[in-house]
């Protein structure tokens, strides 16, 4: 469900797309251990999605309104790709002087193959981290390697073509495909552009299957509860997460959620580290402690339906962008509430921005009705932000960000004996990046991490670091090749795990 946010999709187009994928393996007969792949890939297949966005909504503008146009053009179809990347360009820079525009829009489009290869990568990087830390098994997490990699051979990051791909990969390709050209047309435009793209982006043989059946595998798709249908579908039989499986889960969702932007890296696992520790000075019995640090990794996940442009904004944000911010915690409700064990987190981490006036949102509701667990969860929200960098403010000291936190509880927005306890908390708290280098990272080498994480050039980091670029590139380099990674997203998202950021 976040990850239709993520992508610009209606919700629930990766639910349907896993119905479509397992009921089309089925009709071609192809065994319980893939289908159980294509399963698992096709809920997941981009919670890589965050990765590079804020990159994406600088040079495109709107990067959700670009995926969502993205996904009905065939991403071999050069001329496609192109027109539709100059349209967001130049949308996006539509206040600079025109001759300014026309340059922008040729440059980008020089750099744009080494753009979406860094971008595509970086996906897959991510997602495969992710998804190990949510006890995916080792054939889905090879599939997230592979989820831009076509049958021709012209798809990324490898280029692999034929048999080299995994058919899971292959399956849910065209499955996703046909789910959204089945709601843009109907089940006849489905089928008109999987033959289209037939032996292109698809395996030909699966194609043809679909083709034969397309009417029976589409069918209620669009309108049928696809909740029930999808968990009525695992096949190989469900196995639910142990509680310490769980919350990996929790802690991976939370660094997917952070890395929308990078201003916000670490802020999920800092919330729930505070509010856990605030809610045990409050007193709370020990499973509702579980619960909290749980829901505070959870809180921000609707971020990734809003654009990264918004969260990245230096300058004022407009009516429409707070109006577009204000929805996360609705989202995050939504993405949360139809699994048992999420939706009594979600109850709590949806309602991290309502205030005891009931100025806040999205229910607006007042303090009475609010559980010491959101209270506590409102009140470490936004004395962790405060101590975060943001884009139009620096980070505040921690003493200042106390003040900030007591001027809130005075001005009846939030709860004073929440806030005590959360500023007892984190006045025990032990001061961040204190710990000595993983993987044999150098004192430097962390510092050119945590540079790399927030998003700088080589060009700014050698000036922060007064050193040439030269030398911030083989920093670059060493850096990747100690911790195992080939791109910056995959370099951000193990500084996260680090707690470096
Ligand atoms: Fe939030």
């Not at 798809?155 to 995994?166: C, D, R, S």
């Not at 708290?429 to 993987?439: E, L």
Request: negative net charge; aromatic residues 6%; charged residues 25%.
């Amino acid at each position: 469900m976040a990850t239709d946010l993520g992508m610009g999709q209606p919700l629930e187009t990766a639910l349907r797309t896993c119905v479509v994928a397992v009921r089309l393996g089925e009709t071609i007969g192809l065994s319980t251990r893939v289908l159980r792949d294509a399963y698992y890939y096709a809920l997941l297949r981009y919670i890589g999605c965050n990765a590079h966005t804020y990159a994406m909504a600088a040079l495109f503008g709107d990067e959700l309104s670009l995926r969502r146009d993205f996904a009905s053009v065939d991403a071999a179809d050069i001329p496609a790709v192109l027109e539709l990347s100059a349209r967001y360009i130049r949308q996006a820079h539509a206040e600079a002087p025109p001759e300014r525009v026309t340059a922008i829009v040729a440059t980008a489009l020089a750099e744009l193959p080494e753009f979406m290869r860094e971008s595509f990568l970086g996906h897959c990087e991510v997602a495969q981290r992710l998804a190990d830390r949510m006890a995916l098994e080792p054939s889905v997490i090879a599939c997230l390697g592979q989820v831009y990699e076509r049958w021709d051979g012209h798809g990324l990051p490898l280029g692999i073509a034929g048999e080299a791909i995994a058919p899971a990969v292959m399956l849910v390709a065209l499955a996703q495909d046909a789910v959204i050209w089945d709601r843009i047309d109907g089940p006849d435009a489905a089928v008109a552009t999987v033959s289209k793209r037939s032996g292109g982006a698809y395996d030909p043989s699966i194609a043809e299957r679909f083709c034969a059946a397309a009417r029976t595998i589409l069918a209620g798709v669009q309108d049928q509860p696809t909740w029930e249908a999808v968990l009525d579908l695992e096949p190989g039989g469900q196995r639910p997460l142990a509680a310490d499986e769980f919350d990996r889960a929790c802690e991976a969702i939370a660094d997917f959620a952070d890395l929308k932007s990078p201003y916000t890296l670490g802020h999920s696992s800092g919330v729930a580290t505070l509010a856990a520790g605030a809610g045990r000075q409050y007193g709370l019995p020990n499973d509702d402690v579980v619960a909290l640090r749980r829901a505070g990794m959870l809180h921000d996940i609707g971020r990734v339906g809003i654009s990264a442009g918004i969260w990245t904004r230096e300058t004022a944000l407009s009516e429409r962008d707070r109006e577009q911010i204000r929805l996360h915690s609705y989202y995050a409700d939504r993405v949360l509430a139809r699994p048992e064990a999420l939706k009594r987190l979600g109850e709590v981490a949806s309602r991290h921005h309502e205030r005891m006036d009931g100025s806040g949102y999205h229910r607006g509701v007042l303090g009475n009705n609010l559980p010491p667990a959101a209270r506590i969860l409102a009140a470490a929200d936004v004395y962790q932000a405060m101590t975060e960098t943001r884009p139009h403010r620096p980070a505040l000291q921690p003493e200042q960000a106390a003040a900030e936190v007591r001027r809130e509880v005075r001005a009846g927005r939030l709860d004073g004996q929440s806030a005590d306890a959360v500023l007892a908390e984190a006045g025990h708290g032990v001061s961040r990046g204190q710990r000595r280098g993983p993987a044999g990272l150098s004192q430097r080498e962390i510092e050119v991490l945590r540079l790399l994480a927030r998003g700088l050039g080589n060009r700014e980091m050698a000036e922060q670091l007064t050193v040439s670029q030269d030398t911030i590139k083989h920093h670059i380099q060493h850096v990747y090749n100690k911790i195992g990674v080939s791109t910056r997203a995959g370099a951000t998202l193990f500084a996260m795990e680090q707690s470096l950021v």
